[in-house]
């Protein structure tokens, strides 16, 4: 494992990251961690308050979820149900999936 990979390992299970329900489409839910932030229409996505956002972003490690996110599939988080609203775009090391979502399904 790379020093890069260790330090992934360290935030996606500490403070800055959050429980979540990832169910793919006809499979079975698995809870994972994942980085949570906001989408903004114009900016893309950011960090800060969730309460009145539409569409979230939710990085994974791609290690964490047994298929590729894509639209169909639901993520639970803080009590809500989020629709994956397309297709994961994984990073540039291939380590990590991020994924936007609709709030509601």
Same mark, same amino acid.
């Given at each position: 494992?790379?020093?890069? #990979? *260790?330090?992934? %390992? ?18 079975? +839910?698995?809870?994972? /961690?994942?980085?949570? %932030? ?8 950011? &960090? %800060?308050?969730?309460?009145? *956002? ?7 490690? /791609?290690? #964490?979820? +047994?298929?590729?996110?894509? /639209? ?6 803080? %009590? #809500? ?5 397309? +297709?994961?775009?994984?990073? *540039? ?9 609709? &709030?509601?399904?």
């Amino acid at each position: 494992m790379s020093p890069f #990979e *260790a330090m992934l %390992g360290t935030f996606f299970n500490g403070a800055l990251s959050a429980a979540v329900t990832y169910t793919p489409q006809g499979g079975e +839910p698995v809870q994972v /961690r994942a980085s949570v %932030g906001i989408v903004d229409p114009v900016m893309g996505p950011v &960090r %800060g308050t969730m309460l009145q *956002a539409k569409i979230l972003s939710f990085d994974f490690l /791609r290690s #964490e979820l +047994p298929t590729a996110p894509k /639209r169909g599939d639901t993520i639970a988080y803080n %009590g #809500e149900v989020f629709g994956v609203a397309g +297709p994961a775009e994984p990073d *540039a090391d291939g380590l990590v999936w991020r994924v936007r979502a609709n &709030r509601g399904g």
